[in-house]
C-alpha cells in the first residue's frame, strides 16, 4: 500500500516570497511521484512529475520539486510567487495506473 | 475542445434517487479513471477501465455505484439509492495505456475532466 502526507494544509505568502509545500509518501516499491495543481473552479492539471533520472524535475512555470528517495519526500519548491499561483496543490504517488493522492496544500499569495 | 469533459457539471438530488454522471475522454486515451473528492481530501481511486474492460475496483465502490464504458468510449458512473454521504465532486481522467510510453514502464499522465458536483439533500 501507498500513501501521501502533505504536511500543511494552508500556506499563506506575500507575492514574490519563497514558498515550499512538503510532501511525504509511504511506499514499499519504487515509486513515480507528481505534483498536480487545482485553481479556483479548474479541474487537476499536471504541473511535473519524477518518473526516473535526475531528482530534480522543474516546470514551466518556475516550479521545482526535488525527489529525496531517503527522506521519502518530493518537496515542491518556487524561489518567487505570484498572485496567479493562489491555487490547490496536491502531490501524488503511483506504483499501478491510478494515483494516490495526499489531502492537498492551499497556497494563497497575497499582494 | 479535445480535454476531458464530464457532465453535469452539477446535480442536486434527494437522499434515495439514482444518479448517473457522464465522462467523455480524449479521444485516443484507451484508460478512463473515475475519482471521488470529498471537502478538504485529495481526489480517491474509485475505479479505471482499459478500453470496455473494468479491470479494477475500489474498496471505496459500494454496491450502489456501478461504472460502464460501452464500446470504450465515453463512460458513466451511476449511484443508486443516494446517501448524504455520497455528497462530493466526482472526477474523470484519462490516458494513454502505459505501454505507449517510451520506457514501457512509467506511467501516462492522467488528464482530468472538471469534475461533476453531487449533492444529495
Known amino acids: 500500500a501507498q500513501s501521501v502526507t502533505q504536511l500543511d494544509s494552508q500556506v499563506p505568502v506575500f507575492e514574490e516570497a519563497p514558498v515550499e509545500l512538503r510532501c511525504n509518501y509511504s511506499?514499499?516499491?519504487?515509486?513515480?511521484l507528481f505534483w498536480y495543481v487545482q485553481y479556483p473552479n479548474q479541474g487537476l492539471q499536471l504541473l511535473l512529475k519524477y518518473l526516473s533520472g535526475s531528482t530534480l524535475v522543474e516546470s514551466i512555470n518556475g516550479f521545482e520539486a526535488e525527489f529525496n528517495k531517503s527522506q521519502t519526500s518530493f518537496h515542491l519548491r518556487k524561489p518567487s510567487v505570484h498572485i496567479s499561483d493562489t491555487a490547490e496543490y496536491f502531490c501524488a504517488v503511483t506504483t499501478t495506473p491510478q494515483l494516490t493522492f495526499g489531502k492537498g496544500t492551499l497556497l494563497t499569495v497575497n499582494p | 475542445d479535445t480535454g476531458v469533459s464530464q457532465n453535469p457539471r452539477h446535480k442536486i438530488t434527494k437522499r434515495g434517487q439514482n444518479v448517473t454522471f457522464r465522462c467523455d475522454p480524449i479521444?485516443?486515451?484507451?484508460?478512463l479513471y473515475w475519482y471521488r473528492q470529498t471537502l478538504g481530501q485529495g481526489p480517491e481511486f474509485l475505479t479505471y477501465f482499459q478500453n470496455e474492460a473494468q479491470l479494477e475496483k475500489s474498496r471505496l465502490l459500494s454496491d450502489r455505484f456501478s461504472a460502464e464504458r460501452p464500446k470504450g468510449s465515453f463512460s458513466t458512473l451511476e449511484i443508486q439509492r443516494t446517501e448524504q454521504g455520497d455528497s462530493a465532486m466526482y472526477l474523470c481522467?484519462?490516458?494513454?495505456?502505459?505501454?505507449?510510453?517510451?520506457?514501457?514502464?512509467?506511467?501516462?499522465?492522467?488528464?482530468f475532466g472538471p469534475g461533476t458536483r453531487l449533492t444529495v439533500l
Open positions: 511506499s514499499s516499491v519504487s515509486v513515480y
Open positions: 481522467a484519462s490516458s494513454k495505456s502505459d505501454s505507449s510510453f517510451i520506457t514501457g514502464l512509467a506511467p501516462s499522465e492522467q488528464f
Open positions: 479521444s485516443e486515451h484507451n484508460r
